[in-house]
């Protein structure tokens, strides 16, 4: 059984920093793509980055880019999503999620229809 669970998350004010851990673990496929979606009170469900497997390829939405990094310890099951310059507009029910397939599909942020598995969210608050 696969499962995700997804750490990290809490309250920080504008401009800091937070990591966010997603452990994994029971998977019995090789290719797959791993990232982090997030939905805002009152707002869509939408994907912020991911990995692939496949070959270590990286996606961000367009509203995190540089200032988010995705990483992956396969040693430890664990992807790590370093969020810095945090914004109050970054507040959501950070999640945890698998698609089996080992490409990105892009745009990625929309692809959360395409998701195999996900884990419970992780509370990120940023204060103005």
């Known amino acids: 059984e696969v499962q995700l669970q997804a750490f990290g998350g809490g309250l920080v004010q504008a401009g800091g920093s937070l990591r966010l851990s997603c452990v994994a673990s029971g998977f019995t496929f090789d290719d797959y793509v791993i990232g982090w979606f997030r939905q805002a009170p009152g707002k869509q469900r939408e994907g912020v980055s991911c990995?692939?497997?496949?070959?270590?390829?990286?996606y961000y939405v367009d509203s995190v880019k540089g200032r988010f990094t995705i990483s992956s310890d396969d040693a430890k099951n664990t992807v790590y999503l370093q969020m810095n310059s945090l914004k109050p507009e970054d507040t959501a029910v950070y999640y945890c999620?698998?698609?089996?397939?080992?490409?990105?599909?892009?745009?990625?942020?929309?692809?959360?229809?395409?998701?195999?598995?996900w884990g419970k969210g992780t509370q990120v608050t940023v204060s103005s």
């Open positions: 999620a698998v698609d089996r397939g080992g490409s990105i599909v892009t745009p990625w942020e929309f692809y959360d229809y395409g998701m195999d598995y």
């Open positions: 990995i692939s497997s496949t070959d270590g390829r990286t």
